[in-house]
């Protein structure tokens, strides 16, 4: 079946720190690969995609990078913000599926 | 900016009553849209996929009579949460894919906060 397992929260990092946020995944053919960031009170905005095996998805500085042999997504950013205070969703969509999201990281970067 | 607009953002209703959520498409055209409910440990469950000019397919253990889901129009989906109870407070969040194909993003509304009391 397909589903995503992300690292459970919360996490908190001080201003200017490195983040990483592991995202395994599980699917039958090849998936594409997204991952998403909700801000306070709002609804999901995409962050980043991958759609095939080593493609990189980059975005305001995060990164992750679609590794096939390991079934991973991880998300990196080299220095997080305080802005960057939100919950992260790793998602994936098989060839004609519906998307499957993992449960969210909670990120909390104090100054 | 968005592409998805969601409305209203809050809603407080009384038990028993109906409410009515909307969300609409931008500036494209979406055949399909995807109404989530978000709990408290902000996991996404996928509630139903609505269909425009047919009916909704729901997800196991949604209530489809209880969340009438319409989507009249290739821009403009509904859900309804009818009788509603207090079990019924959630975060309630619409999507769509922007392309045709299976990879293409999703774009999510920005949510509707629903408290019944």
Redo the contacts between chains.
């Keep these: 079946g397909n589903s995503v397992t992300q690292m459970e929260g919360p996490v908190t990092l001080s201003e200017e720190a490195f983040l990483t946020i592991n995202c395994t995944y599980t699917a039958t053919g090849y998936p594409?690969l997204?991952w998403?960031v909700?801000y306070p009170?709002?609804?999901?905005?995409?962050l980043l995609?991958a759609?095939k095996a080593d493609d990189k998805g980059s975005n305001k500085g995060f990164e992750a990078t679609y590794r096939k042999e390991t079934t991973s997504f991880h998300l990196e950013k080299g220095s997080v913000q305080v802005s960057d205070s939100a919950?992260y969703?790793c998602a994936l969509?098989?060839?004609?599926?519906?998307?499957y999201?993992g449960?969210?990281t909670?990120l909390t970067v104090i100054p | 900016g968005a592409v998805v607009s969601q409305h209203p953002s809050r809603v407080i209703c009384k038990s028993g009553t109906s409410v009515k959520i909307e969300c609409r498409s931008l500036d494209f055209q979406a055949t399909t849209m995807f109404w989530y409910r978000q709990f408290p440990k902000k996991s996404l469950m996928l509630m139903a996929t609505s269909n425009e000019g047919s009916k909704a397919t729901y997800e196991q253990g949604v209530e489809k009579d209880k969340f009438l889901i319409n989507h009249a129009s290739l821009t403009l989906s509904t859900l309804t949460v009818t009788s509603a109870h207090p079990e019924d407070s959630s975060f309630y969040i619409c999507s769509a894919a922007l392309g045709g194909s299976y990879n293409s993003p999703l774009h999510f509304g920005n949510g509707t906060r629903l408290t019944v009391t």
Excluded: D, N
Aim: glycine share 16%.
């Design positions: 594409s997204f998403y909700q009170g709002e609804g999901l905005q995409l995609k759609t919950v969703f969509t098989p060839p004609a599926g519906q998307f999201f449960t969210g909670s």
